[in-house]
């Protein structure tokens, strides 16, 4: 089965410092990598895609993140976090069992500090 | 548009109750799924349709039904609530492929006492 893994659950970073959020991954064949954020009380909203192609991938609001197939890893990053990035942060991967369903990590919750 | 939206916001059920939670799309996407969300567990699956007259089982698919009887709509049914149902439930929408992201709707946070 298609699955990612998030191994932390909090991340704090202090306002203007680079942030990163990890994500791993497992699956067989070709990874399709997502990164969507929750604000408090809010839906998930789409922040990038990686299919195939440059593994720096731009999203929205600034963040990126990187494809690395050794390390099967697809972390989230942003140069110089903002206070309004705070929010939950979810990693998922296509499963190609379920019509392309998500199937998502945990969850880690950034805090970023003034 | 709209996107995908979602009625009611929140709810209160007692054990027992059915209720049916509404989910609408403007954007003409064939796929459509419903998920659930627990704390520390991210989001789950419960069900999916890629059109209509189509849906399937997702990984949690027990106490919910769902149909799809046209493109825009796709209510999901709680048969007799339990409080393991207590979540917020978000459902979505997506262009048929597998290289389509997903659009959320605001969620339904239920509350089964």
């Known amino acids: 089965a298609q699955s990612v893994a998030q191994p932390e659950d909090q991340v704090n970073v202090a306002e203007g410092n680079p942030l990163t959020v990890k994500c791993t991954y497992s699956?067989?064949?070709?990874?399709?990598l997502f990164w969507y954020v929750q604000y408090p009380n809010r839906g998930l909203q789409f922040l990038l895609k990686?299919?195939?192609?440059?593994?720096l991938v731009k999203g929205s609001y600034g963040f990126e993140a990187e494809f690395n197939k050794s390390q099967t890893s697809f972390h989230l990053k942003k140069p110089s976090a903002l206070v309004s990035d705070s929010a939950l942060y979810f990693c998922a991967v296509r499963d190609s069992n379920s019509g392309y369903a998500l199937n998502f990590g945990k969850g880690t919750s950034l805090l970023v500090t003034p | 548009n709209a996107g995908v939206t979602q009625t009611p916001k929140f709810q209160v059920l007692k054990t027992g109750q059915s209720m049916t939670l509404q989910c609408a799309q403007d954007m003409n996407h064939e796929y459509m799924s419903w998920y659930r969300q627990d704390p520390g567990m991210g989001l789950r699956l419960i069900h999916y349709?890629?059109?209509?007259?189509?849906?399937d089982q997702g990984e949690v698919p027990n106490g919910y039904n769902v149909s799809r009887s046209t493109t825009e709509d796709f209510p999901l049914r709680l048969l007799s609530a339990a409080p393991s149902q207590t979540s917020v439930y978000f459902c979505?929408?997506?262009?048929?492929?597998?290289?389509?992201?997903?659009?959320f709707g605001p969620g339904t946070r239920l509350t089964v006492t």
């Open positions: 699956v067989s064949g070709n990874p399709y």
């Open positions: 349709s890629v059109g209509a007259g189509i849906t």
């Open positions: 979505a929408s997506k262009r048929t492929g597998p290289s389509y992201e997903q659009y």
């Open positions: 990686y299919i195939t192609g440059d593994n």
